[in-house]
């Protein structure tokens, strides 16, 4: 990785400097000005702006710490020290005139520190996946495989990894393979199911888990990774005291045309060229409170951003976790599917 990778100028966009952080993956960039350094940026700092402001077109020197850290020349050979000391990604070594000559990364052992999320996570495995017919007149959703092992595998090795033992499974169309499946693999997790005798949409599953859910839970859909520090969501959440929090996603589409708005009287009134639009989207991952379950209908179909939806009305407190484009891949759509699986083979 060059270091030009991590430097971004502070005339650039929150937008940009997302889409860099998603690129090197370390959480924080250098933030340059006439190619000296002035500040850092991090995907926290993005983050705060974001639920504080909520509008996402600013620049990047409207939100950068312009008192980053970083070492000399002469100290770098402190850098390691350093990084454990102040626990962050990365520091620039720099010239007396603040040019960076250098970046030192954490490694990998330091990376990967051991995560202590012991919450239980129920992944919505019920529905019938018609989007990814054929492959779903044969396996169900969950168990179509990514690479190796099945999408649903994916999802609870990575809570696995981050500290959470114990899954709950809302299940119906071709239950029993999945069950099967779970039963003949070696796993150090405990799994427990929920029977949909009927569809009940992603909200109406949880009411089979009646008086089993005490604490706080993480949601999922059974066909999104979500590539974050999940421990850091569920903080936000007890942080905020939200009673759910929505993890979304940052999406960046090019309209491929030329965009024309007209005007009352017939007349064009503006004129964009290939357009992009930025807006964040649900990628159906949530934390949440343990009394939705108990107050929820039993036997009644809903979705769970209908619950929502419901609770905001109410005036109960809905908040969002936002997260990069990068940081989330879904499966929904066969096109999806086929990125997913390219993305899990070249990150390995």
């Known amino acids: 990785m060059d270091v030009n990778d991590f430097l971004i100028d502070e005339e650039k966009t929150m937008i940009e400097a997302m889409q860099q952080l998603d690129e ?107 989007r990814l017919y054929p492959y779903t007149k044969i396996l169900p959703k969950p168990l179509i495989p990514i690479g190796e092992i099945p999408i649903v595998e994916h999802i609870i090795n990575r809570f696995y990894r981050q500290g959470s033992d114990e899954f709950y499974l809302v299940v119906n169309h071709k239950k029993n393979m999945i069950k099967a499946y779970f039963n003949e693999i070696e796993r150090n997790y405990e799994i427990h199911y929920a029977d949909e005798k009927e569809p009940l949409g992603t909200g109406g599953g949880l009411s089979l888990l009646k008086g089993k859910m005490h604490s706080t839970f993480v949601l999922s859909n059974c066909d999104i990774l979500i590539e974050e520090d999940y421990e850091k969501i569920y903080n936000y959440h007890k942080q905020e005291n939200n009673l759910i929090t929505m993890v979304c996603s940052l999406k960046n589409i090019k309209i491929p045309y030329g965009v024309i708005e007209i005007s009352e009287t017939g007349e064009i009134e503006s004129m964009k060229e290939k357009p992009e639009l930025s807006f964040f989207t649900n990628t159906g991952m949530y934390i949440v409170e343990p009394k939705i379950i108990e107050e929820l209908e039993e036997g009644k179909s809903i979705g769970f951003p209908d619950i929502i939806e419901q609770y905001k009305a109410e005036g109960e407190k809905i908040g969002i976790y936002p997260i990069g484009e990068k940081s989330w891949m879904d499966m929904g759509q066969i096109d999806e599917m086929e990125e997913m699986r390219r993305r899990l083979e070249r990150d390995g």
Not at 33 to 58: P, S, Y
Not at 114 to 122: R, S
């Open 24 to 130: 090197v993956a370390k959480k924080v960039l250098f933030v340059v000005k006439e190619n000296l350094f002035v500040a850092a940026i991090t995907d926290g700092d993005i983050r705060r702006w974001i639920l504080k402001k909520g509008h996402l077109d600013v620049k990047v020197k409207e939100i950068a710490n312009y008192n980053p850290k970083y070492l000399t020349e002469k100290n770098k050979t402190r850098a390691k020290e350093f990084l454990k000391k102040h626990s962050i990604e990365a520091v620039p070594i720099v010239s007396k005139e603040k040019q960076i000559l250098s970046i030192v990364l954490r490694n990998d052992e330091d990376i990967e520190m051991k995560k202590h999320l012991k919450v239980p996570v129920i992944i919505m495995a019920g529905g019938l996946g018609t």
